[in-house]
């Protein structure tokens, strides 16, 4: 059983920048896939960015956020992910939730792969 908390969502400017971070209960990711999805009112729940924790440049990301957002684990504190974004847009509107699942691959942005969720954090973005 893995817990993750998320935190840094908040109101920003369209084209400005937020980072997201996951602090996960167990002392290593390196055993899962991670990911960030997000959920605006009215939608469902969508997959934003999933990588392996262990290997580097494993990240895929959804075509509405290639370029903009990116994922990534603190190296120092196996436990942390992150997700940056950059040139953001109303439309980047959302609770935004962290999720860790068993380690498989290829890696896909499907929400039935994570087992552990969080209770996400809100962002909004103002146009």
């Known amino acids: 059983q893995v817990q993750v908390v998320e935190s840094g969502g908040g109101l920003v400017q369209a084209g400005g920048s937020l980072r997201l971070s996951c602090q996960a209960s167990?002392?290593?990711?390196?055993?899962?896939?991670v990911g960030w999805f997000r959920q605006a009112p009215g939608k469902e729940r969508e997959g934003v960015a999933v990588?392996?924790?262990?290997?580097?440049?494993?990240?895929?990301y959804a075509d509405s956020v290639k370029g903009r957002f990116t994922i990534s684990k603190d190296d120092d504190n196996w436990s942390t992910l992150y997700l940056q974004m950059t040139s953001l847009k109303p439309e980047d509107t959302a609770m935004y939730y962290c999720?860790?699942?068993?380690?498989?691959?290829?890696?896909?942005?499907?929400?039935?792969?994570?087992?552990?969720w969080g209770q996400g954090t809100q962002v909004t973005v103002s146009s």
């Open positions: 167990t002392y290593t990711l390196s055993r899962y896939v």
């Open positions: 990588m392996q924790a262990a290997v580097a440049g494993s990240a895929t």
């Open positions: 999720a860790a699942g068993p380690n498989r691959w290829p890696l896909s942005l499907h929400q039935a792969d994570f087992a552990f």
